[in-house]
């Protein structure tokens, strides 16, 4: 009996040990400036953004938020992308110190009236080294959420100890998802990425995505927020990106009305002390 006790707590060791976590993910939940930062994640990444790099070398480029994948929310997007052949990119930064199996998936669309790059290839890099492409990372873009799809790509990250680590999508040709080529106006789109990895140490860490409880949802117009840590600020927006509703809570566990604002969609942004922020989604029937 003693025996196949401890079997099968080695077994549930085992499996924690060699679960994938959540590293940094970003779903763009919202469209104001802090959607850049991730929504999912270890706490130590909270901070970090999307970027749009390559036009020059002392600045980034604007991104902005339009209709994502999922109806309601949105994803990153940007233009400038023209002549930007194995230089201008899309990337991420994150630290995840003690672990191993990286993966990564992310969903990127260009076309329509104004098309961006039909073709990008995704690489990676430790701070301290140069970036090297990521097998089977050539990604092709289509004007839909179909085409340009990664899932779960694995990506041989070793080596990082406490230091970064960089995911791009670089734009690897000038030709855009119709078959031209790449204006300045040519608009692409990325929504939906995320790295997960296991954890080779057991040592535990905090992902800052189960940090809040929000419900009922949906809901017919009160929300409850129970937080784990104090909130410094609520903020909720309407499916317009409106800001509809400002509170500076004083305790952990707040009741929200929603009811005056109509049914739909809202994105509720929980702010911290520290700068960290929690972002999610709830509709109002």
């Not at 800001?243 to 739909?264: C, E, Y």
Request: hydrophobic share 40%.
């Amino acid at each position: 009996m003693k025996k196949s006790l401890l079997f099968f707590a080695m077994f549930i060791i085992t499996l924690a040990l060699n679960a994938q976590e959540t590293i940094i993910g970003f779903s763009f939940p919202t469209n104001d400036t802090i959607a850049k930062r991730p929504n999912s994640g270890l706490a130590a990444n909270a901070g970090y953004d999307i970027r749009k790099e390559g036009s020059s070398s002392t600045s980034l480029d604007t991104v902005t938020f339009s209709n994502g994948v999922t109806t309601g929310d949105f994803a990153a997007t940007t233009t400038n992308w023209d002549n930007g052949a194995n230089t201008k990119f899309w990337s991420i930064k994150f630290k995840a110190a003690g672990y191993t199996d990286f993966k990564v998936s992310s969903k990127q669309r260009s076309g329509g009236n104004n098309p961006g790059p039909k073709n990008f290839q995704i690489q990676w890099r430790l701070s301290s080294g140069t970036y090297a492409d990521v097998a089977n990372g050539a990604v092709i873009c289509a004007n839909d959420w179909t085409t340009g799809v990664v899932n779960q790509l694995p990506v041989p990250i070793i080596g990082q100890g406490t230091g970064s680590v960089y995911i791009r999508w670089l734009m690897t040709t000038n030709t855009d998802a119709n078959g031209g080529t790449v204006a300045a106006s040519g608009i692409t789109k990325i929504d939906d990425i995320i790295v997960t990895a296991t954890n080779s140490v057991g040592i535990e860490k905090t992902i800052f995505t189960n940090a809040v409880n929000i419900y009922p949802n949906p809901t017919n117009g009160f929300i409850n927020i129970d937080a784990n840590d104090a909130v410094n600020e609520i903020l909720i927006y309407n499916a317009l990106g409106k800001l509809v509703l400002k509170s500076n809570p004083d305790k952990l566990n707040n009741q929200i009305d929603l009811t005056s604002f109509g049914k739909g969609i809202y994105f509720v942004n929980l702010r911290y002390d520290d700068n960290s922020y929690y972002a999610s989604k709830v509709v109002v029937r």
